[in-house]
């Protein structure tokens, strides 16, 4: 998939699809951003109003709780309205395209689209036809969950200001995860010094998929040593087949628990993007002990996506047809 789309002819970027191919300076540029939004909120603050007047609209194909959540309060909390578009109850379902579905509410002066799809391409799809808004992916299929990405990197950028010593494994469901693959690119991008990723054989990715990452078989070898343990949800939804064995199995190979967190290095930090189901990926002492920075993730959610949203939208962007609009205002 071209990743050119993200950017207009100034090379700014105009969308945000993947994490791949924006480059650590794009990157921690974000990161950056989001520190600075975060410490303006801070504490319940009126923090500035970059999106005031702008609309946002979020199309969700599939379910989700904190990415649509965090991306709705990071607009509001810029300044911006929020319009949850009803799928279930639209024109998607007589049988409308995506694209006139677009081009209708574009019509309405929609100024982005937070899109999240079953399968992948559709927010690509969508940013090739957007006649002037941007086009945000939450999450399409497999392929990218570029917010999960930064909010990631954000939380172990807390902890580690220099990436390049960092080992971090990534267990679970490599094979149908969009957050392992950003993951993986912004850590590359970030220059850490080794990804590993686990699972079961058959939720395992194929060797070329991820070619800068070791796949390692046991949990026990892969979490050795590793600053950042990184599980994921077994996605049954996204299963074909029944892919694995029973989940009591699962969790005694692939589970996170205190025992074998200790074979991590000391400090190691426990991350999760959600939902988790405790006992399965995860033991639950693991997923409230100390070194569990999971609501963490959640919280970095919202000033990440509003360093995005800032970048795309606020008024260092231009944006010709709206600042032509907010001129002719008396
Ligand atoms: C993930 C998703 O939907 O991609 N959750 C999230 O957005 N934080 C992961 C998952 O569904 O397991």
Known sequence: MSTDLQFDANGNLRHLITLEGLGRERINALLD???????????????PQLLAGRTIINLFFETSTRTRSSFELAARRLGASVLNFDIASSSTNKGESLEDTLATLEAMQADAFIVRHRENGTPARLAACARRAAILNAGDGNHAHPTQGLLDALTIRDHHADFSPLKVVICGDIRHSRVARSDVHVLSALGVREIRLCGPTALMPKADDFPQCVLVDEFDAAIAGC???IMLRLQRERMIEALIGD??????????????????????LVMHPGPMNRGVEIASDVADGWQSVILDQVANGIPARMAVLASLLGPDRAMPQASAAAASIP
Request: without cysteine.
């Open 247 to 268: 989940e009591a199995e699962y969790f005694s190979r692939f589970g996170l628990t205190a025992q074998r967190l200790r074979q991590a290095g000391p400090d190691a």
């Open 33 to 47: 951003r989001a520190v600075a939004l975060r410490t303006a909120f801070a504490d319940g603050a009126r923090g």
């Open 227 to 229: 600053d950042v343990v």
